[in-house]
C-alpha cells in the first residue's frame, strides 16, 4: 500500500498544480508505515488529549495568567478527589449509587414507592399534619379501574368517541384553558375513555383520556379569524399526556370548515341549557354574627319626660298677663301698624281689591 500511495502521488503531480500538495495530501505516504507500527487508530488519535485540554482551559479565571490558574485548580481537584476516598457517611463521585439503579425490577420498586408513601402518609396523617383527602390519595388507587362511555358532568353530558360514531348527535369535543388571562392558550381534543379510580373511604377520581389536536400557532395549525377558531384535525401532539380531570374540561363542538379545506374544524363553544355561571359564595361570606343581625323594623324610641326640659335659653323670657291685658296689647298693636300704612299705599290696594272683586263676580 505504502509503495501505491507513492506511484499515485507521482501521477497526481502530472495533473494538479503543486499548491494542491499541501501537508494534508504529504499525510497519506505515512499512514500505512504508522499503521503497521501503532496497531489499531485508537492507541494513536488525539481525542483523549483534546478532551482534556477542554476541561484544563475551563479552569482559567485569570486570563493575564492562564497557567496558573489550570495549575491551581488541577491541584485543588486532585486534592479534593484524593481526600473524597476515605470520607465516611458523606456521598461523593466514589460511594454514591447509580442514578438508575437496574438491579431493582420497575415492578418491585414502584411498589416499594407506593408502600413508603402510604407508610409516610399514614403517620403524618395520626400526627393531624395531612387532611383525609390527601391521605386517601397516598394510599393509591384500587388495583381495578371501570371504564365508562359517557358521563354527566356540571350538568354537561360527555360521550365518547367510540359512541359518538353511532349516534347523530356529538358529545366528544373537549376543551382546556391553560395559563393566565394574558397568555391563555387552548388545548382541543376528543374524549376516547372515561376512567373511574376508587379509593378507600368510598372517595372516586373521574379522569378523561383524549386525544389532542396539533394546534401549534408555529405549524399554522389554528387560525383565529373574527372571533372565530379553526384548527387542523390531521395531526397530533402530546401523545404521552393524554389524561385531565372532569373540573377541568369544557365541551365544545367540531364543524367543518369548509373554506380552509378538508382536515379543518370550526369550533363552536355553546352554552348548555339549564347550566348557568353563578359566582361561588363562599361560606363564611354568608355567615351573620350576632352584632351584625340586618333588622328591617323601626329601631324603638324611648321618651323619658322627667329628664327632658322644655325651656328656651336662647330668647328673653316674658310673662303674660291677664285676658283683659292681652286684648288692649293687640289694639295698640293694630293702631301702630295702621299709622305705618301710606295714603298711595291705600289706594293702590283698593284698587286692587275693586278689581279683583269685579273678576270674581264675572266668573260667577
Known amino acids: 500500500m505504502q509503495d501505491d500511495i507513492v506511484l499515485i502521488l507521482c501521477k497526481l503531480e502530472k495533473i494538479f498544480p503543486p499548491a494542491f500538495f499541501d501537508v494534508m495530501v504529504h499525510l497519506a505516504v505515512h499512514l500505512s508505515w504508522e499503521a503497521r507500527i501503532v496497531g489499531p487508530v485508537g492507541y494513536s ?53 447509580d442514578r438508575n439503579n437496574d438491579d431493582i425490577d420497575d415492578g418491585d420498586q414502584q411498589l416499594w414507592s407506593i408502600n413508603f408513601l402510604s407508610h409516610k402518609a399514614q403517620r403524618l396523617h395520626c400526627d393531624k399534619f395531612i387532611s383525609d383527602d390527601l391521605y386517601d390519595l397516598a394510599c393509591g388507587s384500587n388495583d381495578c379501574a371501570r371504564s365508562y362511555s359517557g358521563c354527566i358532568a356540571n350538568g354537561v353530558q360527555f360521550h365518547t368517541k367510540d359512541r359518538d360514531s353511532r349516534q347523530t348527535t356529538k358529545n366528544s369535543g373537549v376543551m382546556v384553558p391553560d395559563g393566565d388571562e394574558i397568555g391563555q392558550i387552548f388545548f382541543y381534543g376528543e374524549l376516547h375513555e372515561i376512567i373511574r379510580l376508587q379509593y378507600i ?9 383524549c386525544e389532542w389536536y396539533d394546534t401549534s400557532l408555529r405549524k399554522n395549525r389554528i387560525n383565529i379569524v373574527d372571533g372565530f377558531t379553526s384548527i387542523n384535525t390531521r395531526n397530533r401532539w402530546y401523545k404521552d399526556e393524554p389524561f385531565i380531570l372532569v373540573s377541568q374540561a369544557a365541551q365544545v363542538f367540531y364543524v367543518d370548515d369548509y373554506k380552509l379545506g378538508q382536515d379543518w374544524k370550526l369550533v363552536q363553544q355553546i352554552q348548555p341549557r339549564h347550566v348557568w355561571d353563578i359566582l361561588e359564595i363562599e361560606s363564611n ?9 340586618i333588622s328591617t323594623s323601626y329601631p324603638r324610641v324611648e321618651h323619658n319626660l322627667d329628664s327632658q326640659t322644655f325651656n328656651r335659653e336662647d330668647v328673653e323670657p316674658s310673662i303674660i298677663g291677664d285676658q283683659e291685658d292681652i286684648t288692649a296689647q293687640s289694639n295698640e298693636e293694630a293702631s301702630t301698624d295702621e299709622a305705618l300704612v301710606d295714603e298711595e299705599d291705600f289706594d293702590l290696594n283698593n284698587s286692587s281689591d275693586e278689581s279683583m272683586s269685579d273678576e270674581d263676580c264675572d266668573s260667577y
Open 45 to 97: 488519535w488525539m481525542y483523549p488529549i483534546e478532551r482534556s485540554l477542554r476541561y484544563l482551559k475551563q479552569y482559567v479565571r485569570n486570563i493575564a495568567r492562564p497557567e496558573g490558574s489550570i495549575a491551581e485548580a488541577y491541584a485543588i481537584n486532585e486534592s479534593l478527589n484524593f481526600c473524597s476516598m476515605y470520607l465516611r457517611d458523606i456521598e461523593t463521585r466514589f460511594n454514591r449509587g
Open 201 to 209: 373511604c368510598m372517595k372516586a377520581v373521574v379522569l378523561f383520556k
Open 285 to 293: 361570606e354568608l355567615e351573620v354574627t350576632s352584632d351584625e343581625i
